[in-house]
């Protein structure tokens, strides 16, 4: 008879530091989610357009963070993965990454920055909001710094630490919050601006924390070279699934209006949610994935995944047929009543992403990024050929059907990431002596 108590102590250890990462995760997402509710309550009769103007600040500061930081901070915690023997090494490496994500991100914000009116007239509805663009920048630089302490701390597998590190955002983020509410704060900046300030005060709060990297040398030339072969599909990946993740705020903010652009991100922010969660269990899932499928053990963790989240939907179902109207009303507002079946329709797609998120897409992106970089740019193509209909209705009609595109790209993302998986799973997988040689990619 086998033993099956290390199996038993390392599902412990799983769910211990998924717990752990979700908690924390949980608690930062609520103090987002705070502010989203207040941003759509603020404002008068006109509290749509200001929460849609908050709304697409929000989506640009996640999208450039996705697109600047993503490739390279995932780049240093799969090179951590595989060189986990040899932490000098990984440290030297994590330093250049972190070092190239600031200058690329220094140039292109300030290149923004000096575009400032131009962009505003684009993004946010005229020049008068240039304010709420310099602020959405710095916001972003923020949390670029922020991104560089969680990436060190799941390199480390450090989760308790990890999830103090969200906790603390939350908190920063909620008082900073409550402060501006009691100063009266009616407007998206400064709501945009405590976004920015509690990712930045976290971040120089935990320069106390042990983290070499920061202080670490330049790598070798070998491992220095081995950063652009690691993000060249990775890169690819996180644009284009950023792109069909995350950009319809700004989109649809461009094809109608900042009013239309708030009634769809009431719906999406409660759809999030869910996504997410899912996106929570990679960061735990990643490091996991590659010694599991070689000890034959991943089939057994997609199937309950797959399972967990048929639970989650059949529990699910009642309260997106009959809580939502009221639910939707109560927090947001009477304006958001329009929300309602938008978020019923973007609620199928987060379904989806906690079917295939945390252990198909993981694992694809990790042993077969080339195909998932085709995929994706299918998907990104069809998404964009379609766009045009969006244009084409008027009013609440343009959010739902962006809302059914968005849940198409899920659908698609499905069958792409179960296809890629399957193949992976008969083929050979990655190790540490080649993976100079294989560019991985990123958890979008």
Partial sequence: MTDD?????????????????????????????????????VGGGEEATEFGLYSTAIATILILDAIIGSPLDYSAVR???????EPARVDRFQAATFRLKLIIAAIFLAACAAAGPWIAR??????SRTTLLYLTLASTFALLLARGTSANLQIRSRFMVYSLFDTGIAAVRLALLAAAAILGAHTAEPLVGVFGASALAMFVVFLGVRQPYLRAKWP???????????????????VLGTITGKADIPILSALTSAHIAGIYAAAAQVAMLATMLAGYACIVFQPRLIPMARQGKLT??????????LAIGVLAAPLVIWALPPAMVAVFGQTYADSVPILRILLIGTWLDILFMPVLMTFAMQTRPVACLAGEVVITAAFFAVMPIVSRVNEID???????????????KMVLYTAVTTVAMRGPLPEPSVAETEAPAEVT
């Fill in 5 to 41: 108590r290390p199996d038993r102590t390392e599902t412990r250890r799983t769910l211990r530091d998924l717990v752990l990462v979700a908690g924390g995760k949980i608690l930062s997402m609520g103090a987002l989610f705070a502010c989203a509710v207040i941003a759509a309550r």
């Fill in 79 to 85: 090179f951590g993965a595989l060189h986990h023997n």
């Fill in 122 to 127: 684009r993004l946010f509805e005229g020049e």
């Fill in 220 to 238: 070798d030339r070998q491992d220095a070279r081995a950063i652009l072969r690691f993000i060249t599909a990775t890169a690819g990946v996180i």
């Fill in 300 to 309: 057994r963790l997609i199937g309950a995944n797959l399972l967990a989240g």
């Fill in 398 to 412: 343009a959010a739902i059907t962006l809302a059914w595109i968005m849940t198409a790209v899920r659908v698609a």
